[in-house]
């Protein structure tokens, strides 16, 4: 689908610390498209705690038909209730709308602290299935009917006799396709050839699980083997257990690769810059770009969005920390990247530079928000709205 060209942008400004960020994060990314020449019609509409208040429901239907829509979107983030039978509301927007890739770039801004070394040498991409493995929520609640029939299936029919302990038992199914899993590469490997990248590297378990994500690794390097011409995309065999140094790789080609998600947590940080784009099941996903996110500056800062049949949702990384919601405290700058990201989509990359510009230079001039100050002693110490209004600036 083309991008639309005069978009009407809904927006969610979200639960618990999102009353804080979305405002100022809107305000700086008006201003952000107004100094670029553009205007931005923002459609401000509702999900979690605000639409239970106005409409006596969690997810209204006007809020997926105008993401549907209008196919640009922007969220904050939304509070998952404790308790029996809730859904996360996030998975269900990004399943409603069959939003499969979620994207989060980990790149650093000069002036955040950051516990790594060379923190400037990460620049990595990482794109996390968004609709299936054990996130799809297929579960079974200990002490009900269901999960007993489950539990004499997978003993008896199965022979695991000897893996479940006796007594309650929850139990949930990790479902991984063909086509989820190819979709997701697939973006993964046109974003680094577009974005002249090197490399995208398949991060899985698929030693133990080898159905599901060891699957995922097979169909993934199918993908780059059989789809696109060696010169372009070049699957690396054997990269599981060999080093690729004296591979033969033809130049310019994406390289694709596979490693295992415990030993990538590592790789990530003692060999930051050897990592580009990365594809993932939907759990490694989630868990490792908060790592990532952590060693530029944590989750105030890292942006993400969700991409699938030509929509964009655009959400930071971080949730809706309610011990700090309400107090103007927050850091809205994983908020304001994200909406870089949705302008980008859009072809603003002018806006987006700009938005990453003014961020940059805010921060690298000692202007930050709690959770930065605690990290930086030269730094004051400024409310979200206060931060907002010097990026503005
Ligand atoms: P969280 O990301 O909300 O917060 C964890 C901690 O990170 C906070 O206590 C705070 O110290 C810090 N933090 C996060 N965002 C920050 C920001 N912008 N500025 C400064 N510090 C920040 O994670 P959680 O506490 O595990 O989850 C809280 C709620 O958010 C849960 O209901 C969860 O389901 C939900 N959640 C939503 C999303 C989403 O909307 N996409 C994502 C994750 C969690």
């Known amino acids: 689908l083309d991008v639309p060209t005069d978009p009407i942008i809904p927006i969610i400004h979200g639960d618990g610390i999102g009353k804080d960020v979305g405002p100022a994060a809107q ?4 201003a952000a498209a107004e100094a670029t020449g553009r205007d931005v019609n923002w459609m401000e509409v509702y999900a ?82 968004n609709t299936e493995d054990v996130y799809a929520g297929i579960e079974w609640e200990a002490g009900t009917e269901e999960v007993e029939q489950v539990r004499d299936f997978v003993e008896d029919e199965m022979g695991f006799d000897d893996v479940m302990h006796d007594g309650p038992i929850g139990i949930g199914i990790k479902p991984i396709s063909e086509k989820g899993s190819k979709r997701l590469v697939r973006e993964a490997i046109d974003y680094a050839i577009e974005n002249d990248r090197d490399k995208v590297t398949l991060v899985h378990k698929g030693n133990i699980m080898k159905f599901t994500e060891g699957q995922f690794g097979d169909w993934g390097m199918e993908v780059a083997d059989e789809e696109y011409p060696d010169d372009e995309v070049f699957a690396a065999p054997d990269s599981l257990w060999e080093e690729q140094d004296e591979v033969d790789i033809p130049e310019d080609a994406v390289m694709v690769e596979e490693r295992l998600a415990d030993a990538m947590l590592q790789w990530m940080q003692l060999r930051t810059d050897e990592f580009d784009v990365l594809a993932m099941p939907n759990l490694n996903g989630d868990y490792l770009s908060d790592a990532a ?8 800062i890292a942006p993400g969005a969700n991409f699938g049949f030509g929509r964009c949702l655009a959400e930071p990384v971080h949730g809706s920390a309610p011990k700090r919601a309400g107090q103007d405290k927050a850091n809205p700058t994983a908020l304001i990247l994200s909406g870089r990201l949705m302008f980008e989509y859009l072809g603003w990359d002018d806006t987006g530079q700009l938005i990453r510009d003014a961020v940059e230079k805010t921060i690298d001039e000692g202007t930050v928000t709690y959770d930065l100050a605690r990290q930086r002693e030269d730094a004051e110490e400024v409310s979200t709205t206060e931060y907002a209004e010097t990026v503005i600036d």
């Open 27 to 30: 305000d700086v990314l008006t």
């Open 48 to 129: 979690g705690e605000t639409a239970r208040e106005k409409y006596d429901e969690n997810l209204p239907d006007e809020t997926v038909e105008a993401i549907e829509e209008h196919r640009v979107a922007i969220k904050g983030p939304l509070t998952t209730p404790v308790g029996a039978g809730f859904r996360s509301l996030n998975v269900a927007l990004r399943q409603t709308l069959d939003l499969y890739a979620n994207v989060r770039p980990t790149y650093y801004l000069d002036g955040v602290p950051s516990p790594m070394k060379a923190p400037e040498e990460m620049d990595m991409v990482t794109f996390r299935e």
């Open 293 to 300: 996110g952590a060693q530029i500056g944590g989750l105030g």
